[in-house]
């Protein structure tokens, strides 16, 4: 009997590797999860000491050794790993680091760690006293494009999702967290669809969205109805810039009265709206063609730089996009981008925009920054709220939803006479203040 099934084994051998490519490539969040899991966790552990040692990771010391004669001899100790856990698109691991050891050693060996480890990237997660963490992805997260989720109830205040994350994480602009944002990129680049995910998600929340746009209009446009105020001229984007001055003036002196340092510490009932102001295609705003617009650029620059320093606190936050930003623009625009916090840099024509979007907070992101493929709009190089820089791909929202977005929201929409003037004459007595709240933060 025995000898008659032996026909069965070729097959069955052969049937083994076929359903386990086809498992890994029909469902490659499960074989994550699965053999992927087993496979890594063996590959990287029997591994670890050659490629630590490979990647200048290993921790040198001398060491008595007594077999064959008592002597001293220099041994290599690699560092410890724990917590080795799976996630959809790979896994991640703790490792401890030696006496003198910084997370930055880490990350300059975070390529060589990838072609070890046969993963496509591996990144520098997050760190502690003592530990990194590690997380590698067997595929790019950043390979497809998402389409935008609906709409629905179940937003978070001035918070919106704009893609993924290369470590397959959200990728997430918090206002609240990170004020102001510049997003630089090329035609086509993927700049536009981060404009339309800021309307889209922001619509149906208790904002006040604003706009300046020097080119006629034709960007911002398709979202009048749910904004309260677009200026297309430079006469109308210094009198916007004008109005919001007048706001972060009033609301200073509101929150002054209340004997509180931001609008986040008064309550509901009296809390001035949050004013989002988008800027499109800011060296308009610092182009001059004849000298008879250098005033109003200078007013212009000035009135832009005062609401980035100050606006953080009393609810107003930019948006600043273009395709191209130099130092050849002049100091304004070099004083504007360090008051940003918030960097989305996709792809560009020249590096000096990519020096100027990046190069201040994580120059080691320009080479990454500047490899972005034309095929692969939507991809960007971002730096956030926790100061590291990653790769991430916006969702595809299209001019249609977010005008459609628009559309349906347009009764959010803060009528911006009210904006302006609705707390000028305004006191604040201190019962209105949410007390609780103020001792929250200020703990």
């Not at 994550?32 to 290993?58: D, F, I, M």
């Not at 950043?142 to 994480?169: H, I």
């Not at 990129?185 to 619509?203: F, M, R």
């Not at 996009?321 to 070099?334: E, Y």
């Amino acid at each position: 009997m025995f000898p008659e099934i032996l026909w069965a084994v070729p097959p069955a051998a052969a049937a083994v590797p076929l359903s386990a490519a086809a498992w890994h490539h029909w469902s490659p969040t499960t074989w994550s999860y699965g053999p992927g899991l087993v496979g890594s966790a063996l590959r990287v552990h029997l591994t670890w000491e050659h490629v630590a040692q490979g990647c200048g990771l290993s921790h040198t010391r001398r060491k008595t050794k007594v077999k064959g004669g008592v002597r001293r001899v220099t041994v290599e100790k690699k560092p410890r790993l724990s917590r080795f856990r799976p996630t959809p698109y790979g896994f991640r691991v703790r490792a401890r680091l030696h006496d003198g050891q910084t997370p930055d050693d880490y990350a300059e060996a975070l390529t060589r760690l990838a072609h070890a480890w046969r993963v496509d990237s591996v990144r520098l997660r997050t760190s502690g006293p003592g530990w990194v963490e590690l997380a590698a992805s067997r595929r790019d997260p950043l390979g497809t494009v998402t389409s935008a989720s609906p709409l629905g109830g179940d937003w978070e205040l001035l918070k919106v999702r704009m893609g993924v994350l290369e470590t397959g994480d959200p990728w997430v602009i918090d206002f609240r967290a990170v004020p102001h944002w510049l997003i630089m990129g090329a035609t086509q680049s993927g700049k536009s669809t981060d404009i339309n995910a800021l309307v889209y998600q922001l619509a149906p929340q208790p904002v006040a969205l604003a706009g300046l746009d020097l080119k006629g209009g034709v960007e911002l446009t398709p979202y009048t109805r749910r904004m309260s105020k677009l200026a297309t001229t430079r006469a109308e984007c210094v009198g916007l810039l004008d109005d919001l001055m007048t706001m972060l003036t009033d609301r200073m002196t509101l929150c002054r009265e209340a004997g509180v340092r931001n609008i986040w510490q008064l309550s509901e009932e009296v809390r001035p709206t949050p004013v989002v102001t988008v800027v499109d295609e800011v060296a308009e705003l610092y182009l001059m063609t004849d000298k008879s617009e250098k005033d109003e650029i200078a007013r212009t620059s000035t009135l832009l730089l005062r609401n980035a320093q100050l606006g953080r606190a009393f609810g107003l936050y930019l948006v600043v996009a273009g395709q191209r930003v130099g130092s050849d623009l002049g100091p304004g625009v070099t004083a504007l981008r360090a008051q940003i916090t918030g960097r989305i840099c996709h792809r560009v024509n020249d590096g000096e925009t990519a020096k100027m979007a990046l190069g201040d907070l994580a120059p080691d992101s320009l080479s990454a920054a500047l490899k972005i493929p034309a095929e692969m709009p939507g991809v960007a190089v971002t730096v956030g709220a926790d100061g590291r820089w990653y790769r991430a791909r916006a969702d595809l929202t299209t001019e249609e939803m977010a005008e459609e977005a628009s559309a349906e929201y347009s009764h959010m929409a803060p009528d911006w006479d009210s904006l302006v003037s609705g707390r000028a004459e305004e006191t604040v007595p201190a019962d209105t203040v949410d007390w609780d709240r103020l001792e929250e933060e200020m703990a």
